[in-house]
């Protein structure tokens, strides 16, 4: 049993089971109480075939954890599409059986109410719940909703909607801390990838449960994390109200392997903040959105490194120089701080590659090299920015030969169209560095180059690190380059990031060992 000191919150993960029998059902609760769940859910209404008393019986009886009974209509977004009396029996049938939570939906509960006669179970906490999957509605319309939910006679309140934006979830946190003030126990949940914070967050805010699944993939509803990634990813137990937020913001954002490498670097120095992919369209609104100091600080990826510099009342020179930020910190001030450590990620590991274990006499093993970057945006920036700092000769590539040549000005650089770069070999022993997402999973088979032409570089780097071994730094290993992964980039920019949220020098062999294993 997990020892109840370590818990910092009473928040509970709930694993959702459903199966077509109950024999199934029985075999994967038992995984969920070796997972560290604290109860499952039964989603009655996923079952083949269902005999109600004997089948409820038997459920309750052998059931390793705390049950919760679940009898989802179609209508409300479940699987039983049968008489709507037989389904209350059942449930109610639950209770007197001795589930220790049953779940009616708002819809049903009048008519579940009435046919109870006053004969509710003192031990059975009842669960009134209402879904929305397309929308969160507003802060008003969801404080309605909750006080219709507590007038039914709820034990607890449970709501689900949908995020349409990473803002939605703000209302939700909203009315989850509000409910705390007012005693209600509540479950809110925010469906969809850009409703994972709220998943994640409940302890901070004071939900009454979160949902886990025993199985990637295997959701009840649309965004659940595994009770794995909420105990060991997100420290779900060591969560409270004074623990910092932090997350990368991106578009796509789920690829990223920072929440693993910070969330465990927090852990191992008991660091009191939590690492989170925060899937955003407009980072402006996102930052207008979470103005408070418990969003401390983020790292920005693409599309947003440029749109970023606007929304930061202060900018680094070097991030203002090269016109991208990665990294941005909320000052004491609420203000924002923005700065760029993509450069440095990337630019120590190419020098690191071509240097081999041989340590550079004077300056940097990149002076007087013709170095290509592939890519105009933030990362194409900063690596651009950075080479030309240590004295390379640039040569910027882009898809469009307009943004490429506009960045090339900026940096005094040359510019080329992206088709162009396959014939472009002007001399050997050149550099090449991709900054676009081409060749990222799931498009592994692309690459931005021929591999013909590859035998002209010495060094080839790549920022995409999904897969490690992309098929443009294969073709290059096969050509007789030196490769660098974005592994060796995206641990670099992360120790200074990591020493900006926390204050603490950076971890740097567990930062390894982290992305060593993957």
């Not at 949908?162 to 509000?178: G, K, S």
């Not at 409910?179 to 990838?193: F, H």
């Not at 599309?303 to 941005?328: Q, S």
């Not at 701080?337 to 093993?365: K, R, V």
């Amino acid at each position: 049993m997990e020892d109840e000191a370590m818990r910092k919150n009473q928040t509970l993960i709930c694993a959702p089971i459903m199966a077509d029998s109950v024999d199934q059902m029985l075999i994967l609760m038992q995984k969920a109480k070796i997972s560290g769940a604290d109860l499952v859910e039964v989603r009655v209404d996923s079952l083949k075939s269902f005999n109600p008393r004997p089948d409820i019986d038997t459920l309750i009886k052998q059931c390793p954890l705390p049950t919760l009974f679940t009898y989802r209509p179609t209508w409300e977004g479940g699987q039983y599409a049968g008489d709507e009396m037989s389904r209350l029996d059942a449930l109610r049938l639950a209770m007197e059986l001795g589930a220790d939570y049953i779940d009616v939906e708002l819809k049903a509960i009048d008519k579940f109410n009435n046919a109870l006669h006053g004969n509710k179970s003192a031990k059975c906490k009842l669960i009134v719940s209402s879904h929305n999957y397309e929308s969160t509605p507003s802060a008003e319309d969801l404080g309605n909703l909750v006080a219709r939910i507590q007038a039914s006679g709820a034990d607890i309140v449970k709501f689900a909607t949908t995020a349409q934006d990473i803002t939605d979830v703000a209302r939700v946190f909203q009315i989850t801390v509000h409910s705390q003030v007012s005693g209600v126990p509540i479950i809110a949940m925010v469906m969809g990838e850009k409703g994972l914070m709220s998943r994640i967050l409940c302890p901070k805010f004071g939900g009454y449960l979160t949902f886990g699944t025993l199985e990637v993939g295997k959701v009840s509803a649309p965004g659940q994390p595994t009770v794995e990634d909420l105990l060991n990813l997100y420290n779900f137990r060591q969560l409270g109200p004074d623990t910092k937020i932090f997350g990368i913001i991106g578009k796509p954002v789920s690829h990223s392997k920072s929440p693993l490498l910070y969330n465990e670097s927090f852990r191992s120095v008991g660091f009191n903040g939590v690492f989170m992919h925060l899937l955003v369209d407009d980072i402006a609104n996102f930052f207008r959105t979470y103005s408070s100091l418990d969003f401390a600080g983020f790292s920005c990826t693409i599309p947003h490194k440029e749109a970023a510099l606007d929304c930061c009342a202060e900018i680094d020179p070097t991030a203002k120089a090269i016109g991208a930020v990665n990294c941005i910190l909320r000052r004491p001030d609420g203000k924002l701080f923005g700065c760029n450590t993509d450069y440095i990620g990337a630019i120590s590991a190419i020098e690191e590659g071509l240097q081999g274990s041989q340590p550079s006499i004077s300056g940097s093993p990149l002076a007087g090299k013709l170095f290509v970057v592939i890519g105009a945006g933030g990362a194409g920036k900063a690596i651009a920015y950075g080479a030309k700092e240590k004295g390379a000769r640039v040569v910027i590539a882009n898809r469009t030969y307009e943004r490429a040549r506009e960045l090339a000005i900026v940096v005094g650089a040359d510019a080329l169209s992206l088709d162009e770069l396959s014939n472009f070999h002007p001399e050997n022993d050149m550099i090449l560095a991709n900054t676009t997402s081409i060749g990222m999973q799931p498009k592994v088979d692309d690459t931005p180059i021929s591999k013909e032409a590859l035998k002209h570089y010495s060094l080839v780097f790549d920022a995409v690190y999904t897969p490690k071994i992309t098929r443009l730094l294969r073709e290059a290993q096969e050509s007789g380059a030196k490769i660098v992964t974005g592994v060796e980039m995206f641990i670099g920019q992360a120790y200074e990031q990591y020493e900006r949220f926390t204050g603490l020098p950076a971890p740097k062999e567990l930062f390894k060992n982290i992305m060593s294993t993957y």
